[in-house]
């Protein structure tokens, strides 16, 4: 069975942090995103990357940055992490292109206190 | 901006009805049409995709298309209780843009 595998199911991490997530998938896929998910908010765009070392802003890419050193593994870094950022992270991955939709992980709650 | 717009619900039908989830979008060039269900706490996952105008059927799903309106939408035929979810349309090629999704409630 395929999988998007993301590291944590739920963080809860201190103000000022920096909050490393981490995704994994087993797809060969070229394609991966980051979004974040909040109620009426729907998702959001952080960065995407299309292939290895290669990385694209989305909709709301202030306050993270991503890194992509190999083709199955796509980290989304909170270099100092605030309240705002208190959300559902969801990884996902495709084909290049998206012809056949996203495959995304469980997500990652995370709780900045 | 390309947006996909959808109206948020609940939308409520009874067991056995049909139920009807619409999305509009604004990229007229846009090629890939996705329907991806949502559990309360969980990820989305991809139940339906459709590229060419008119209608395609999986099982109680049919989702419809038509470029010329900027439409599509997912009709769930025979709704069931596991049916109620929160429904995300998504449009794009090699990046979608998802809407803000539609809560259907199927009553017993």
Request: proline share 4%.
């Amino acid at each position: 069975d395929v999988k998007v595998t993301q590291s944590s199911r739920y963080l809860v991490k201190r103000t000022g942090e920096k909050v490393f997530l981490e995704c994994v998938q087993d797809m060969d896929h070229e394609n991966m995103f980051w979004y974040r998910q909040d109620p009426g908010l729907g998702l959001r765009l952080i960065y995407f990357s299309y292939d290895v070392k290669m990385k694209e802003k989305g909709d709301i890419p202030e306050g993270y940055s991503v890194s992509r050193e190999k083709k199955e593994r796509f980290s989304l870094i909170l270099e100092s992490a605030s309240t705002n950022q208190t959300s559902m992270y969801l990884c996902a991955s495709s084909s290049s292109p998206s012809t056949y939709g996203y495959t995304f992980g469980s997500g990652t709650r995370l709780t900045v206190v | 901006q390309k947006e996909v717009e959808q109206n948020s619900g609940p939308l409520s039908v009874p067991e056995g009805a049909i139920a009807s989830l619409n999305c509009t979008y604004s990229d007229r060039g846009s090629q890939s049409f996705f329907w991806y269900r949502q559990y309360s706490g969980k990820s989305p996952e991809l139940i339906m995709f459709i590229y060419s105008n008119g209608d395609k059927e999986d099982g109680r799903f049919t989702a419809q298309l038509n470029k010329a309106s900027q439409y599509v939408s997912l009709l769930i035929r025979d709704s069931q209780p596991s049916d109620s979810a929160t429904y995300l349309c998504a449009v794009g090629y090699q990046k979608v843009t998802f809407g803000i999704g539609t809560k259907l409630q199927v009553i017993p």
